[in-house]
């Protein structure tokens, strides 16, 4: 007996017009937020790990909760870490309660990189996104992408076995 192959339920010109739209608005303003924090030599994934970091106590965090909390791959944050750890941003320590895991430490100078790109940062954000939406997009928004985020997080939990 032949498998019956499932169509997949393709956009409509709606969906593909809200698609479309939100790929090219995220890639160019991740380009642009990229281009407008090269000047202190921070990529937008080491300043999102330099934010989890700025915010955890002691400025340390699991490498484990660092990979959920910034939804990035445990082997991905890795190769982040020992390039920032070159550039002098964080360090690495073993956990002492359990020898397994690993603490990530963000350092002095990871502290005054970050201090000093969020200046410019925050301005580049605003002039590129908020200062275009009305405080009511701003609301939409929020709730559109928390919803999203959190179906996307519990797709990274699941897929990553983290729950």
Do not use: N
């Not at 502290?111 to 275009?132: E, G, L, M, N």
């Amino acid at each position: 007996m032949p498998v019956k192959k499932i169509e997949p339920k393709w956009l409509s010109t709606k969906e593909l017009k809200a698609w479309r739209s939100y790929i090219v608005a995220s890639r160019q303003l991740w380009d642009a937020l990229e281009i407008d924090l090269a000047p202190h030599e921070l990529s937008m994934s080491d300043y999102e790990i330099l934010v989890h970091l700025s915010e955890a106590p002691d400025r340390q965090i699991r490498m484990s909760e660092l990979a959920q909390s910034a939804m990035i791959s445990k082997s991905r944050l890795s190769h982040r870490m020992k390039v920032m750890e070159k550039a002098g941003w964080v360090r690495r320590e073993v956990c002492t309660m359990d020898k397994r895991g690993q603490f990530a430490i963000m350092t002095e100078k990871g502290w005054k990189a970050i201090v000093k790109a969020a200046p410019d940062h925050v301005d580049s954000i605003r002039a590129r996104f908020i200062d275009h939406l009305t405080v009511k997009d701003q609301e939409d928004l929020a709730r559109i992408f928390e919803r999203v985020s959190e179906k996307m997080r519990q797709q990274f939990s699941e897929s990553c076995g983290t729950e």
